[in-house]
């Protein structure tokens, strides 16, 4: 069975940071590349960040360039997306999500996989 699951959302303050994870089991997630979204109310899925399945090629939006960071841990299933510098128009639901290839991308149509979603909420 595939279990993509996303955790470490949370309230923060402005300025502040928090670390997402995603742990995944049931597939060869090492295989392939790996993307965060995230979704404001009211608003369109934004995709943030990816990561290659090997030799770690990422990219950032422009959005979260130079204040997030994605990585991956190989072998044990799992990446991470670092966030600092928090503002409230980072406020929203975000998840992880596997692609179909090992190339990145920040279009959804080309994810299979998508965990449940963390809540992270930037307030004072």
């Known amino acids: 069975e595939v279990q993509l699951q996303a955790s470490g959302g949370g309230l923060v303050q402005p300025g502040g940071s928090l670390t997402l994870s995603c742990v995944a089991s049931?597939?060869?997630?090492?295989?392939?590349?790996i993307g965060w979204f995230r979704q404001a109310p009211g608003k369109d899925r934004e995709g943030i960040s990816c990561?290659?399945?090997?030799?770690?090629?990422?990219y950032y939006a422009d959005s979260v360039k130079g204040r997030f960071t994605i990585s991956r841990e190989y072998g044990k299933s799992a990446a991470y997306l670092q966030m600092s510098s928090l503002k409230p128009e980072d406020t929203a639901v975000y998840y992880c999500?596997?692609?179909?290839?090992?190339?990145?991308?920040?279009?959804?149509?080309?994810?299979?996989?998508w965990g449940q979603g963390t809540l992270v909420t930037v307030s004072s």
């Open positions: 999500a596997v692609n179909r290839r090992a190339v990145p991308s920040v279009d959804p149509s080309t994810y299979a996989y």
């Open positions: 049931g597939f060869a997630f090492d295989a392939y590349a």
């Open positions: 990561i290659s399945s090997r030799n770690n090629n990422t």
